[in-house]
């Protein structure tokens, strides 16, 4: 039932050899506990002050949406962030090899849209499925958007994604 999936910046394989992987694995799985006392006292900041840190961690984005304040005041909970770093850690030990088989089985209705700079998903893992499947809708980022485009270029990810699928949507 399935007409199109769009894995955009897609972190299916080798997630910790990949160069951010190699930098978070070992805090994500070694030392995830050490962060959770000084979440527990920033979460008693008033939330004036929690969006201001917010705010000042995020001043280098070109545009920054109210939304992403918000939102992101919800990490100053120790049970968020303990829930983030454990699905992490989870992630940095289970997602090793990309599961061709099914990519094989689906992909007519697979779309892959990889970064030129995303340290999470390296250029090569597009060159290495580019190659496996050269019959894939594999896409390489020519707009430099990084892999949290969410924080500063929602819209225009959602303007890309709605053009590529205007011929599925028509068949609604």
């Given at each position: ?17 990949s ?23 920033l ?11 917010v ?5 280098g ?34 997602v090793?090899e990309?599961d061709?088989t ?6 007519k ?20 499925i ?6 894939g ?22 303007a ?13």
């Amino acid at each position: 039932q399935v007409l199109r999936s769009v894995l955009l910046f897609p972190t299916i394989e080798r997630m910790a050899q990949s160069p951010q992987g190699k930098l978070m694995t070992p805090l994500l799985c070694k030392l995830r506990y050490a962060l959770y006392m000084p979440v527990f006292l920033l979460s008693f900041l008033p939330e004036g002050v929690k969006a201001s840190l917010v705010r000042f961690a995020l001043r280098g984005m070109k545009t920054c949406d109210e939304s992403s304040i918000t939102t992101s005041i919800n990490l100053f909970s120790v049970d968020c962030i303990a829930n983030i770093l454990y699905m992490a850690s989870q992630e940095m030990m289970k997602v090793v090899e990309r599961d061709s088989t099914t990519i094989k089985q689906n992909l007519k209705k697979l779309i892959f849209y990889y970064g030129t700079g995303d340290s999470w998903c390296p250029q090569h893992y597009y060159d290495e499925i580019k190659m496996d499947f050269p019959d894939g809708d594999i896409r390489l980022c020519e707009k430099g958007l990084r892999h949290a485009f969410v924080l500063d270029a929602s819209k225009e990810m959602a303007a890309m994604i709605t053009d590529w699928l205007q011929d599925d949507l028509t068949k609604l």
